[in-house]
């Protein structure tokens, strides 16, 4: 079985920065793409960044040049920085970890971790 957990998300002023990691573990190989994923109260969840293995990075237009996504593969490890937060980044962040399979890939989810931007 495989493991999510995300740490370091909290209470912050519009501006200010934070710093989100997630680790991985259990019977793991290899991990194909991981990502950071959001969702606000009302709204569906959207991808806020990923980060392929060879280490290809995509954003959502929302936050480019504002957060950087970096992991760690020896390690399971992958990080979220935030700078220049703002209100409406305030949600429910989540870690996703795609892992192969013999039909191709399995998702694996962490519980979230909550993150408020005050105005």
């Known amino acids: 079985q495989v493991q999510l957990v995300e740490s370091g998300g909290g209470l912050v002023q519009a501006g200010g920065s934070l710093r989100l990691s997630c680790a991985a573990s259990?019977?793991?190989?290899?991990?194909?793409?991981m990502g950071w994923y959001r969702q606000a109260p009302g709204k569906q969840r959207e991808l806020v960044a990923y980060?392929?293995?060879?280490?290809?990075?995509n954003y959502a237009d929302s936050v480019k040049g504002r957060f950087t996504i970096s992991r760690e593969n020896a390690k399971n490890t992958m990080s979220l920085q935030m700078n220049s937060l703002k209100p409406e980044d305030t949600a429910v962040y989540f870690c996703?970890?795609?892992?192969?399979?013999?039909?191709?890939?399995?998702?694996?989810w962490g519980q979230g971790t909550q993150v408020t931007v005050s105005s």
């Open positions: 996703k970890a795609d892992l192969p399979i013999a039909s191709g890939s399995r998702a694996y």
């Open positions: 259990g019977s793991i190989f290899r991990i194909n793409a």
């Open positions: 980060i392929t293995s060879g280490g290809s990075t």
